[in-house]
Each structure stands twice: as structure tokens, then as C-alpha cells.
């Protein structure tokens, strides 16, 4: 695919919609392209934390800095595929798999009651106590057979997660 200031070829979005399991259209992919162009200010083919953290729904998110350590200096292949979790075309395991590297802070595959705890502080700042937060999280984690001290792998994730009822679709705008 060369640089960002290259045009890309019919291979390219063939190549990249088989990379992210055709999660979006060619005429997606295309619009991806050119916002990949837009935030790789320096045309290097890969884009910083400093680049994403210019895209003010990104920098006001409260989950930003988890979403930067999965981010940091992707290449356009790589950039659609982590954008394909938010697809509606992703398979509710690959929804499942995007959050589960969000929870899994420190990447060894993994996710520990305190790791869930920090993503839960982060989304709910002050709107609810600790105790409540530590509350809540017990009780869901009691509900599908887990405990405080359980390690939870990604399958324990699809286990809870796909049994929740839980439809998560979001859009990505590509324009």
C-alpha cells in the first residue's frame, strides 16, 4: 500500500477487506483511506498518539489512553481492522474480542476484577461510588459463575458477554 500519500490499488482494497473479514464496503474503505490520509499529518504510513488525540471525539473519550496503547503507529491495514469492531458487519465475538483488549490493560491475555474495576472508574467517574462500582461488578461476575479473584481469559468474555443479551453496534462514520 506503500505511503499514505498513495492512491490505493483494487489489491489494496481487496487485500484490506479480507484483512478485517469484509466488515466494510470498497466504497468504505476508500472513505477510510482518505481520513488515514488526513490524520497521518507527517505521510509516514502510520499513525502517533499524538495524531489520533486530534480527533476531538477521540480525546474527549473517556477510554482514550486504553484505546492509544492499541492505536499507537498502525499502518491503514491495521487501522481498519481495529475500526472493524465498531462495524456492524463484526461478529458479536469480534465485538467481544475488541473489548476484551480494552479490559486487558497490560496486553497478557488476561483480565483481573481490578483491570475491569479501572475501565468501569473510567467510564462512570464520579457518577457512582467505588463500593458501588465494586458492588456491581461482583454481582455480574457472580451471576456467570466468576469470582472476585477469577482470571478471565477470552472466553470467559464470550461466556458473559454474548450470554448478557447484549447488542453492540456502533457506526463508524467513514465520511
Do not use: W
Request: proline share 2%.
Amino acid at each position: 500500500m506503500g505511503t499514505a500519500s498513495s492512491m490505493l490499488t483494487q489489491y489494496d482494497i481487496e487485500e484490506v477487506q479480507d484483512y478485517c473479514n469484509h466488515s466494510f464496503s470498497q466504497q468504505e474503505i476508500v472513505s477510510l483511506y482518505q481520513r488515514f490520509c488526513q490524520l497521518d499529518r507527517n505521510g509516514g504510513g502510520f499513525i502517533s498518539s499524538d495524531e489520533f488525540m486530534s480527533v476531538p471525539e477521540f480525546a474527549v473519550n473517556p477510554l482514550s489512553q486504553r484505546l492509544l496503547r492499541m492505536l499507537e503507529g498502525l499502518n491503514f491495514k491495521e487501522f481498519v481492522a481495529f475500526l472493524s469492531a465498531f462495524s456492524s458487519r463484526a461478529s458479536l465475538h469480534q465485538k467481544i474480542e475488541f473489548i476484551f483488549k480494552v479490559y486487558d490493560s497490560d496486553g497478557h491475555g488476561k483480565v483481573k476484577f481490578d483491570d475491569v474495576l479501572n475501565v468501569l472508574r473510567d467510564l462512570t467517574g464520579s457518577y457512582i461510588s467505588e463500593e458501588q462500582r465494586k458492588q456491581v461488578l461482583a454481582h455480574v461476575l457472580e451471576e456467570a459463575g466468576y469470582k472476585e479473584d477469577s482470571l478471565l481469559v477470552l472466553a470467559d468474555f464470550m461466556k458473559i458477554l454474548g450470554n448478557s443479551g447484549l447488542k453492540m453496534e456502533v457506526e463508524v462514520p467513514v465520511d
